[in-house]
């Protein structure tokens, strides 16, 4: 199902979304934040599994001006500990835009997948990640570090969810 709202249409993955895909994922700058790039063959491979790996809930993220692909927005881990993410291409970056979609976004994904509660993690330096999970009700529950360098462990619960829908 397609969600549309002011500036951006999400929408589930198809094929023809592969090659934009790539050069989001493969971007230097784009994933500097994301544990660095993917090489070609891993963006591939990261592609297939957002066709087919029932354990993601995965939508890509256009431009509802002019249909162009500028990102996308996942929930993984759908068989144990649902870990939300985002990614938007660089130029798209600064403008409301993740906000916008994840407003859109999370009550939908909590509703058809039954969630109670999600995940994310962003790394301790990124205050526009931190900031927007911030601003989506993802409340800080944790810190902790990995070979990457050390992040911040949120958390959203349905109870939020349903609280932050019921005011709209």
Not at 26 to 43: F, L, Q
Not at 52 to 77: K, P, Q, T, W
Not at 83 to 102: N, R
Request: hydrophobic content about 40%; some cysteine.
């Amino acid at each position: 199902m397609t969600i549309v709202t002011r500036r951006l249409m999400l929408l589930p993955y198809s094929e023809s979304l592969q090659s934009e895909f790539l050069m989001l994922n493969c971007c230097v700058k784009n994933r500097a934040d994301m544990n660095g790039p993917h090489t070609v063959s891993s963006a591939r491979a990261l592609f297939d599994r957002v066709l087919n790996d029932s354990s993601m809930y995965c939508m890509a993220v256009l431009d509802n001006y002019n249909r162009e692909y500028i990102g996308h927005l996942f929930i993984s881990n759908l068989d144990s500990t649902p870990e939300l993410g985002i990614i938007l291409d660089k130029a798209y970056w600064g403008k409301g835009l993740g906000s916008e979609a994840l407003k859109a976004f999370i009550p939908k994904a909590y509703r058809e997948l039954s969630l109670t509660k999600v995940t994310a993690t962003v790394n301790t330096h990124h205050m526009a990640s931190i900031k927007l999970l911030e601003k989506s009700g993802f409340h800080k529950v944790g810190e902790s570090q990995d070979i990457h360098g050390p992040y911040y462990e949120y958390q959203l619960t349905s109870d939020v969810v349903a609280a932050e829908n019921s005011l709209v």
